[in-house]
């Protein structure tokens, strides 16, 4: 076992504070990671703060993980060290199952294994993330990452950016494309960027009239107030897709009118109460509405050397380890533009 070091919950009411664990040994299929930035999810919070239901403490979250190959597996082939390196939300999944035959681990129908807070398969040992200074991955969820970014900014890219690309390639967004986005956080500032890339329109949808001007520079060609009614209605059966990023709870159906014939809302938030959806809203015009969860590991690649190629990294703030729990605090409150990235050089 490997002696690593990294910040921790001990519980669903701690704060989070250093702690020292251990690492399996590099196994013949393994890559060890030296972690070099770790981005802050909110999901992090909710599984450290147990409003899911079922945490493992205690707890080392981080699922946006960049780092430098330490050493290889002997029968490791596609990664040696020095190499730059993602892991993403997930380190496992049953790889027999259709879905993992079809490159969607993320809907393994064992279950994948989280990259914390999960229980690997062998062992049922809890998982630890990437709130720590090093990391021991079986080779099939590694990712390469490219040296012509910012690797600070790309963490993100490895949850935020993936959950945003995922459905803009499932339902086929193109060129000249009408995509509206929900919510200007972390997910959607990725959205955004995402689907201007792909040649769409793109339309941030928003309570806050002082976003427009982010909004705006991050790629997104009109900017329109919810509250505004109005606006709202000048964009009824307009868009062809909608990302929904909003974990709050809200009226779906104001926003379903805003779909063309066979729109799509795709949610991606979780709001903590289930929304309620008039049926009309969606027969009238053959609407529907979808959910999508990360990607496969292929498809996390892909949208890896997406980035790469058109130069999408996330809007970020650095901070020290020590420093994770008032960002916790500032991102409950949606204080951050856009994402908190931990520099692991400071545990």
């Not at 949808?205 to 009614?229: C, M, N, Q, W």
């Not at 916790?328 to 545990?347: C, E, G, H, P």
Request: glycine content about 8%; proline content about 4%; charged content about 20%.
């Amino acid at each position: 076992m490997t002696q690593v070091k990294g910040y921790a919950a001990e519980t669903a009411n701690a704060p989070l504070t250093p702690f020292n664990f251990e690492r399996r040994e590099v196994g013949p299929h393994d890559v060890q990671i030296e972690i070099l930035f770790c981005g802050v999810c909110h999901s992090d919070v909710h599984q450290v703060r147990d409003e899911w239901g079922g945490s493992i403490f205690p707890m080392v979250p981080g699922h946006e993980i960049v780092g430098r190959v330490t050493q290889v597996g002997d029968q490791v082939k596609n990664f040696k060290e020095g190499d730059l390196t993602g892991v993403g939300c997930m380190v496992d999944s049953c790889s027999t199952c259709s879905s993992c035959e079809q490159q969607l681990e993320q809907y393994c129908e064992v279950g994948f294994v989280g990259t914390y807070n999960g229980r690997e398969y062998k062992t049922q040992e809890p998982t630890y993330g990437g709130y720590s200074n090093q990391v021991v991955v079986d080779e099939n969820f590694v990712l390469r990452v490219s040296d012509k970014l910012d690797l600070a900014r790309v963490a993100p890219l490895l949850c935020a950016g993936i959950t945003t690309y995922s459905p803009l390639r499932q339902w086929k967004v193109k060129e000249g494309d009408r995509v509206a986005v929900m919510g200007l956080g972390g997910l959607g500032h990725m959205a955004v960027k995402l689907a201007a890339a792909m040649g769409a329109e793109v339309t941030v949808l928003s309570t806050s009239p002082d976003k427009e001007a982010d909004a705006k520079a991050l790629g997104a060609h009109k900017f329109v107030i919810t509250k505004d009614k109005d606006a709202m209605k000048s964009i009824q059966n307009y868009f062809d897709i909608i990302i929904n990023t909003v974990s709050a709870p809200l009226d779906l159906n104001l926003y379903l009118a805003t779909l063309r014939l066979d729109g799509t809302m795709v949610l991606l938030g979780v709001p903590p109460e289930a929304p309620q959806v008039h049926a009309f809203n969606l027969i009238s015009k053959r609407r529907r509405l979808a959910g999508s969860l990360i990607g496969g590991i292929q498809e996390t690649q892909e949208m890896l050397d997406f980035c790469a190629e058109h130069n999408i990294m996330s809007d970020i703030e650095m901070i020290p380890i020590d420093n994770i729990n008032e960002a916790y605090d500032r991102m409950v409150k949606s204080d951050v533009k856009y994402r908190f990235v931990i520099d692991m050089a400071t545990l």
